[in-house]
Nanobody, 126 residues
Framework: VQLQASGGGLVQAGGSLRLSCVVSGRTLTRCNMGWFRKAPGKEREFVAAISWSGGRSYEDSVKGRFTISRDNAKNTVYLQMNSLIPEDTAIYYC?????????????????????WGQGTQVTVSS
């Protein structure tokens, strides 16, 4: 399974970005997906997750601003980020949880995921 994240960039505070994560090697319908981020000097943290059945979970600081979604036909997961603030600056990673039995989950711990993308940089200027 390979994950390719894209869509990062430089944006002013209050702006928006949409991150994409294309999954190859496994149909997306078998995957629970997550987004994590790592800012300089900080630990990697959970951002959002979506189960194969469409359930969603968010980290508190992004609730109401970020939306995770999936397009199974395109094997792609998205993270729509609105009202960005400088504290959102980080490298964003997508991750796939592919359980042997199709179980819907929205894991917020990195060790719950089996595969990771390469990361895409998001920089929010004040």
């Amino acid at each position: 399974v390979q994950l390719q994240a894209s869509g990062g960039g430089l944006v002013q505070a209050g702006g928006s970005l949409r991150l994409s994560c294309v999954v190859s090697g496994r149909t997306l319908t078998r995957c629970n997906m997550g987004w994590f981020r790592k800012a300089p000097g900080k630990e990697r943290e959970f951002v959002a997750a979506i189960s194969w059945s469409g359930g969603r979970s968010y980290e508190d600081s992004v609730k109401g601003r970020f939306t995770i979604s999936r397009d199974n036909a395109k094997n792609t997961v998205y993270l729509q980020m609105n009202s960005l603030i400088p504290e959102d600056t980080a490298i964003y990673y997508c991750a796939a949880d592919v359980p042997p039995v199709q179980i819907a989950s929205m894991r917020d711990a990195a060790d719950g995921y089996d595969y990771w993308g390469q990361g895409t940089q998001v920089t929010v200027s004040s």
